[in-house]
């Protein structure tokens, strides 16, 4: 039984304002902007059901969970808890940020590069190791928490650091891409467990903003490398059929077609520099629709980008695949990257030429005078699979992830191809159903 988790990050404080570093200090509280914002979450989230409802005890999040708690229908009980407490940085916090990085900085280096091996040593000499004991307060989080509110829908109001951690360590990251993704003030983000803490957990979506009046959220200062904006195809009819179509040519359909007009508006004021999608007619025709828009921006298609070969399931339902490849369609589900299709691909032959592909355009796109912004279009497990690589997940971790129809995600490279990307968003689907957290694309074969 799917176990939803809604993760908010507080809404802008007075030090986020300032550009201090807060950690631990309970000093700063909400700014007017981060009042409104905590206000528009609280909106977005009405109309849920919550079943329980967490925070850290710090005034900056606690402030942001009464807002929400406030406008949601028949709220459960406010629970303040330690375990959300944000990031513990005592030599740094209440210093602005610039004043650290020069008068630390080869410890702010390390602290950007490796922040799993990042060490403050404190006043009495004691060896202190910021994000991985954030990492382990996480784990105990969720080994605390979920068990207690299985099939249920928990809210958790914290800050940007444990935020992240929560996230890493539902999906099996490691605490070395601590800097990879973002958490923005007042943003969602939604877990779903399939049983308790240690089981697979999909990441339906990160780093939502578009309640905010923001559909995806801005680069960082000094941006210098190129900015990719990933969106899977819009739905065909054997989507909607859970149908497996890997390379079977399937065009979209009506409801498709709407979706990519829908995508098209989301992104309709975002610059665009340039744009690739796979050489098949769903992601192609998505693009192109997307690209009305854009009417200057030339599409080019790649063939490394088609969907996985789905080999001789390619046009059979599961029920018919159960009945005929009923071991494998298990083995399918439960260790994906073990299974060859019959007379289809595996999951590693998807990664190598998907990733290949990946960091083709990101590489040939970055060393630019300006930062660069590129619309890829391609597929499900595409998509997915180069999402595990950026994310520094494995082919096992193939289901840990989501992508809806015409769902928007965001990478960054901040200082181009050659260093780490910021995974900045994930499966944004709130342009398609009004407006919604939730992802409600059409769920089967890919």
Known sequence: MTTRVIIVRHGQSTYNAQKIIQGRCDESVLTDQGIADAQQVGQALSSLSIDAFYCSPLQRAKQTAQTIHALLDNPPPLQSTEQLMEIDLPLWQKLKKDEVANKFAAAYRQWKENPQSFKMTLADGTEHYPVPALYEQAQNFWQDTIAKHSGQTILIVAHNGINRCLIMSAIAMSSDRYHSIQQSNCCISILNFTGEFGEPVQLESLNQTSHLGIPIPPTRPCHSGPRLIMVRHGETNWNKESRFQGIKDIPLNENGRSQGRKAGTFLQDIPIDFAISSSMLR????????????????????????????????????????????????????????????????????????????????????????????????????????????????????????????????IDYPNGASDKPVLQAINITTHLGGGSIIDKTAAGAL
């Open 283 to 410: 992601p192609k025709e998505t693009a192109e629709i997307i690209l009305q828009h854009h009417p200057d921006v030339a599409l080019s298609t790649t063939p490394e980008l088609i969907e996985i070969c789905h080999g001789l399931w390619e046009g059979m339902l599961e029920a018919e695949i159960q009945a005929d490849y009923p071991e494998l369609l298990q083995q399918w589900k439960d260790k994906p990257e073990t299974v060859q299709m019959p007379e289809g691909e595996n999951l590693q032959q998807v990664w190598d030429r998907g990733v290949a592909a990946w960091n083709k355009i990101a590489e040939d796109h970055s060393n630019n005078d300006s930062s660069l912004t590129g619309l890829v279009v391609a597929h499900d497990a595409i998509n997915k699979v180069i999402l595990c690589y950026l994310l520094g997940l494995k082919p096992d971790n193939f289901w840990n992830i989501k992508q809806g129809n015409c769902a928007v995600s965001v």
